[in-house]
């Protein structure tokens, strides 16, 4: 008989604020996922592509290059992951950003409001772990 391991998922913050991404991958490592934070949006791809994150949790504001921005370059990437949007952007700039991505065809389930309600991101990443570990 064999054991199956369960495979750990990978996280990757994408924030050009360095503490909130240390943050998110704080509480993503304690939800036992692989994660990495980058402040520099501009290599997102090139990092995106090496990492393979299962999941980004990306800024919606960040110098040289914006969420909208970004969703164009992994949809062209062809980026197969899920991402979910932190932002101190108002609900209505979040929900319609996240809409956006959706329509690329990108997989955009969850938008969080900066501050960061640290419960709540811990809450998601444990019940959306199984569906990425599978």
Known sequence: MTDSVERIPKLMAVDDDVASAELIVRIAERCDYEAFATSDPRGVIALAKTLKPDLLAVDICMPNIDASSLFVLLKEAEFTGTIILVSGQDQQVLNSTAAYGRS???DVPYVLQK??????????LSEYRPKLAA
């Open 104 to 106: 690329l065809g990108l």
């Open 115 to 124: 501050p960061l309600p640290i419960a709540e991101l811990r809450s998601f």
